[in-house]
């Protein structure tokens, strides 16, 4: 939370735990734990500071669960994934983690348990990046998250109850979207909204204010887009 602690991901799989020290007027990087249980490079990260929680992926194509306070693997999240996993996002509460993995993004719980799952057709449209976005700041009453895409679209969705999904025929573009789940979680992923002009090639990474009113979207090219 003090910004002391680094995480990183390693070639060989290994996730390493750091703490940032301050020597004198300089700081180092002083190793607690190197954390190992996938077996090939750590493509992506990120933390879950609501519960303490490091979640990793790998090219080992898996999802894997580790707990900062005692610095050991906890679980398996996910496993089998078609392509290894770009990005990942936790929620604020950190209650459901978000998964992009090529043309496929998916929804799960922290205890793993498969919530929703969008899949693209089209090599283009794979995701890069996906996250969940600030509530009620956004105005939606179900859970939004915002995917980027290799050929630079960026998409909005929210996770609603099967019942109230509409039906597959609506704007251009939606027939390449498949929306479902693995298991009876009984949720779907809609498509709110989807924007190609602000971004041509690929976005790589979307962030939000520390007060969920501004979102920023980055692309290979280095371009930052507010929103």
Partial sequence: DDGSVLVTGGGEGDVCVWRVEREGKSRQLHLRQRLCAHSGAV???TLSEAHRLIVSGAADRTVLLWDTNRLRFMR????????APSSL???ETGSSVVVAAGR????????????????????????QCARPLGWPEWGCDHPVF???????????????????VKSSSGPQGWSAVHSDAQGDSGLRLEMLLQDARSHQIAVTC?????????MYTGDSSGKVVMW
């Fill in 43 to 45: 493509t992506c990260l």
């Fill in 76 to 83: 398996e999240l996910l496993c089998g994934l078609k392509e």
């Fill in 89 to 91: 996002s936790t929620s």
């Fill in 104 to 127: 496929e993004m998916r929804i799960l719980s922290i205890n793993g348990v498969p919530l929703a799952a969008a899949r693209m057709d089209a090599e283009e449209e794979s995701f």
């Fill in 146 to 164: 915002v995917s980027g895409h290799q050929g630079g679209v960026v998409r909005f969705w929210r996770l609603i109850p099967r019942r109230f």
């Fill in 206 to 214: 979307i962030r939000m204010s520390q007060d969920n009113h501004s």
